[in-house]
């Protein structure tokens, strides 16, 4: 039966992982109508029997750190080679190794994006090599944070274009490893001009990836500020986007859905990437039109360490030769070889980064639940990267957002209500988190019926309040008690709340079924990342 211990909460976290998402009222595939899913979330509410709603002035006594993150999340960063595997390992005889970081579209290995990967094994395999290659995958935006910072700095660095680079003065020892460019997505056939001016027109649905990870949400919003419009128009652009990213599935799951009119994406992904609609295998490519924008996405090459660049030279000129170019065709590279780059500059990369942190959410509040696990299994290091994860938001969360805790076990507890996150929720917020145990079973599904109730009620209560809500779920574990995944899903799905899914270690099996709700991220996070990757997630939202 409930408990109710004073009234409702009062602070909590706020927002995070990944994206401003709007909340469409009219979804495509929903079971219920909104005013039907909160008929029905009321009921499945009713039968969380073991819930407990704190009073939040319980967490006035301050006894815990208050905790920001460095300014420049750059001092976050783990150790580079901490859990991490090179996808193409060094020869042990050879002399000399260099350490090369690409970008991900061509260094993972999977069936479409693993171009330099082969070129790397093919190399360390050739007789007249002058030594060999280790090669690790990084996303463009992490590997700018490790170099620019000194953190960690390889002896060759290939990121998706020459954005990256910039900002550090870099010059490519090539400009061009394999051809590739971003673009736009339509079945239109839009360009960048024509989507900027339906997005501005409230007549066109359009999604792009974080420009603080991202090339080409990088690439996007350096045209949009320094080309096709500027910074003073770009509040009320973002206030018509329907999807900020995260990740590039979760783009491309919008799209399919038909929630996206337009979106970005790489002539490489575009070409190759599988996917299954209507359970028959097909690319975008067969579904979509592709017009190209920005800068190249041509894969440079730096030189960073110059005692190695005889070797990085050689390994370049090998990628260059006729056979892997073919090779890099094959993959998906060198389309589009007649398009022009656009005269733009990474040098404004770190501002005009800083003006999309302020006014990514149009001047929206954002209007947050995190729904934390608490269940035995998180006791330990789970439940401490749980506290630093959450302690990483409080930290960078403007005050003119709302947010609100519960945490789960057996039972369901809110800590703090939907509330302005002020300096007394931020205090609140973080005693409340220092005070975590973990203990007993794992109901998901009634912690996030709870959050999603606080949310419905905010929204019913504030009606004229013009914000983006979400949910954040944070676990490791599997449901075990309270309500079924099966008797929840297709109401939270109904709501239209994005359930951002942060994993600890391997996570819930059910947290891409959750997240792909309503387009929502899931992410995976180990204990050796949790810092960074959380703030970073943290500070781009907030």
């Not at 995070?16 to 929903?30: A, F, H, K, R």
């Not at 339509?186 to 990870?213: H, M, R």
């Not at 079973?441 to 929204?459: C, E, F, N, Q, R």
């Not at 994993?503 to 059910?510: E, L, P, R, V």
Request: net charge negative; proline share 4%.
């Amino acid at each position: 039966m409930k408990k109710i211990a004073l009234l409702l909460i009062v602070c909590l976290l706020f927002i995070g992982l990944g994206g401003c998402m709007n909340v469409y009222d009219n979804s495509d595939g929903n079971k219920y109508t909104y005013d039907e899913a909160v008929k029905n979330l009321k009921k499945l509410y009713d039968r969380v029997t073991d819930l407990t709603i704190d009073d939040p002035a319980i967490y006035d006594t301050n006894t815990q750190e208050f905790w920001v993150p460095e300014n420049d999340i750059g001092a976050l960063l783990p150790d580079f080679f901490l859990g991490r595997q090179a996808v193409v390992s060094s020869n042990r005889s050879d002399a000399v190794t260099a350490v090369i970081v690409s970008s991900t579209e061509k260094a993972v290995a999977n069936e479409t994006d693993r171009w330099l990967i082969d070129v790397a094994q093919a190399y360390n395999n050739s007789p007249n090599r002058k030594g060999s290659i280790e090669l690790y995958g990084v996303a463009s935006g992490e590997m700018f944070n490790y170099t620019r910072t000194n953190n960690f700095i390889p002896d060759g660095w290939t990121p998706s274009n020459h954005l990256w680079g910039d900002p550090m003065n870099l010059e490519p020892y090539v400009e061009r490893m394999a051809g590739n460019v971003a673009g736009i997505v339509s079945k239109d056939g839009l360009d960048a001009e024509q989507v900027i001016s339906g997005v501005e027109a409230g007549t066109l649905n359009f999604g792009y990836t974080n420009p603080n990870a991202s090339s080409t949400g990088a690439n996007f919003l350096l045209l949009y500020i320094n080309v096709l419009r500027s910074a003073d128009s770009f509040r009320d652009f973002q206030r018509n986007i329907a999807l900020m990213s995260y990740t590039t599935p979760q783009m491309r799951s919008a799209a399919l859905s038909g929630k996206l009119d337009a979106f970005v994406y790489e002539s490489q992904q575009f070409a190759t990437g599988k996917i299954t609609t209507a359970g028959t295998e097909t690319t975008l490519a067969e579904m979509y039109k592709f017009v190209p924008f920005g800068v190249r996405h041509d894969n440079p090459m730096y030189i960073l360490n110059e005692s190695k660049r005889e070797l990085i030279e050689d390994f370049t000129d090998f990628a260059l030769n006729s056979e892997n170019q073919r090779l890099a065709s094959g993959y998906g590279f060198n389309q589009f070889d007649d398009y022009k780059s656009a005269k733009m500059s990474g040098d404004t990369l770190h501002k005009d980064q800083a003006h999309y942190k302020e006014n990514k959410s149009g001047g929206r509040p954002v209007v947050s639940v995190f729904v934390c696990d608490l269940s035995g299994s998180m006791d330990g290091t789970p439940l401490n990267a749980l506290k630093r994860s959450l302690r990483s938001c409080a930290g960078v969360i403007s005050p003119d957002n709302y947010i609100g805790l519960v945490t789960f076990s057996s039972d369901v507890k809110v800590h703090l209500p939907i509330t302005e996150f002020d300096d007394v929720m931020c205090n609140r917020f973080l005693e409340a988190t220092g005070q975590m145990k973990a203990r007993g079973g794992t109901a998901i599904y009634s912690g996030l019926v709870v959050g999603a109730k606080m949310i419905t009620d905010h929204k019913a209560a504030n009606p004229d309040m013009d914000a983006i809500y979400k949910i954040y779920l944070l676990t490791d574990g599997e449901n075990n008690q309270g309500l079924s995944k099966e008797a929840t899903l297709d109401t939270l799905k109904s709501l239209n709340i994005p359930i951002y899914c942060i994993g600890y270690n391997d996570g819930s099996s059910d947290l891409d079924d959750i997240a792909g709700l309503n387009e929502a991220p899931h992410i995976k996070i180990n204990d050796q990342n949790v810092d960074y990757a959380l703030a970073n997630f943290f500070k781009a939202e907030f």
